[in-house]
């Protein structure tokens, strides 16, 4: 199965602040690649997918890059409610894999 | 708007067998494109994908539990379902379906907790 491998695994950003997170994969995912965002107690919401492609209702401020191995999500300018967990997950392969995770935490 | 809702019982004992069932509304599982999918949380942990199954009844389970699922549907009450035997204690997670379009999970239940234990 592909290993899906997110750095860093905590990350302090101060309101307003521009944060970066990363994914990498055991193999190429082409671009066949997915955000999450994970608040306490809720399910996960799919922000991102084709790697770079914001889902309905995302705001601007968020934007995914990358393919093949090697990608990220960055927030421009961390809102409050954008302090939790993201994941990534690949949808190349069988059997789907996430990464273990990035906290956005408050600085 | 499609909707999914876990439902089944939250306390399992060691050995038996977990069974839950997603009910979705908004959208019917035999139109077909859609993979229903299960994914459990580990308390504190991330995010493990189990399996789906299509409206055919295809399914495709993670190797990693591949003896001990069984993932169903049942197209006449548009609902989907999970049944994991043999269970332990390392089975307690928050248990969530969803629907994935060959692609991405676009949406999810809210999730359901099954706790094992004796």
């Known amino acids: 199965e592909i290993v899906m491998t997110q750095s860093p695994a905590t990350l302090s950003v101060s309101p307003g602040e521009r944060a970066t997170l990363s994914c990498r994969a055991s193999?190429?995912?082409?671009?066949?690649l997915a955000w999450y965002q994970q608040k306490p107690g809720q399910a996960p919401r799919l922000l991102i997918y084709g790697a770079s492609t914001r889902a309905t209702g995302i705001p601007a401020r968020f934007s995914g890059s990358g393919s093949g191995t090697e990608f990220s999500l960055t927030i421009s300018s961390l809102q409050s409610e954008d302090f939790a967990v993201y994941y990534c997950?690949?949808?190349?392969?069988?059997?789907?894999?996430f990464g273990g995770g990035t906290k956005v935490e408050i600085k | 708007q499609v909707q999914l809702q876990e439902s089944g019982p939250g306390l399992v004992k060691p050995s038996q067998t977990l069974s839950l069932t997603c009910t979705v509304s908004?959208?019917?599982?035999?139109?077909?494109?859609?993979?229903w999918s299960w994914i459990r949380q580990h308390p504190g942990k991330g995010l493990e994908w189990i399996g789906y199954s299509y409206y055919t009844g295809s399914t495709y389970y993670n190797p990693s539990l591949k003896s001990r699922v069984t993932i169903s549907v049942d197209t006449s009450k548009n609902q989907f379902s999970l049944k994991l035997s043999s269970v332990t204690a390392a089975d307690t997670a928050v248990y969530y379906c969803a629907r994935e379009g060959g692609q991405h999970l676009d949406y999810w239940g809210q999730g359901t907790l099954v706790t094992v234990s004796s």
């Open positions: 193999q190429s995912v082409s671009s066949n």
């Open positions: 908004g959208g019917s599982i035999s139109s077909g494109g859609y993979y």
């Open positions: 997950q690949q949808y190349n392969n069988w059997p789907r894999t």
